[in-house]
């Protein structure tokens, strides 16, 4: 009952932003029939070849392959065959995203769940895999959970510089930024956790570091893992930032009350899916569910 509650609750969310989409429409259309003698807007028409920047050559980092085995990082083929079910349902999870990233012209996507523990930065990471496998299109994954950061363990990587180094205003983007071995997939995160993450994520060095990933990398798409948003506020002060969000369940964690909450509090923003993990509708230990809103 749990996820058609989330169900339910999505579809009326998205009622409520098409009514309000709606609306909008409606006034902009009537300010404009009555605006007389108003400059046009400037149009930037430079193609995104023109407004790019030279790639640089990240830093490569390294993945430990036993480390993402014991995290169930579908790195290598081993891995994949141990996941069973949940490897093709990864790739299920891949095509329904893509889907949606394409059909909403989408290039930033956060990650999220309503609590810990739930698998969002598993799910975040294989996500990206899947994806960066296709060789279409960069990859970048940038980890903002900072107070507990987890995608560099998952991965056993250690970096020299890390992300809440860019955010502090000591280091560059380009430092931050790892090649990861695996073609067309790039990270940032932190291995310790950060004090003040918060107010961090406040400032301008989000928006600038996207900015820079668009021109170094045009066309790519960027995955962040956000903390849980019912544990902080840093999720809704990213989802501003981001063209939607996916939330990850998990089967017998996640609490009614709690998703309920999480769902309420992301109203104003896009949610484009529910992912269900751990469902008790396979076999399988750690299927994943994708449902669009």
Known sequence: MIIERAIELARQMQEKRQAESRKA?????AAASHAHGAAPPRVDRRSAQQLSEVRPDFTRIDID?????????VLTVDVK????RAEPAYRLLRSRAQHAIGTGNWTCVGITSPGPGEGKTVTTLNVALSIAREKQRDVFVLDLDMRNPSALKYLGARPAVEISEYFKGTAGPEQVLLATGVDNLLIAGNREPVEGASELLATHKLPDLLA?????SPGSLVLIDLPPVTSTD?????APRVD???LVVSEGLTRRDSLTRTLNL???FRVAGLILNRSTET?????????RS
Do not use: K, T
């Not at 392959?65 to 990082?73: A, D, K």
């Open 65 to 73: 392959p036993v480390e993402c085995e014991r995290n169930r990082i």
């Open 234 to 238: 840093e999720a809704l002060q990213v």
């Open 244 to 246: 939607a969000m996916f």
């Open 25 to 29: 429409d409606g006034q902009d259309s």
């Open 212 to 216: 820079y990933i668009r021109r170094v």
């Open 283 to 291: 076999r399988g230990r750690d299927y994943y569910y994708y449902y």
């Open 266 to 268: 992301l109203s104003d």
């Open 81 to 84: 065959n141990q996941l069973g």
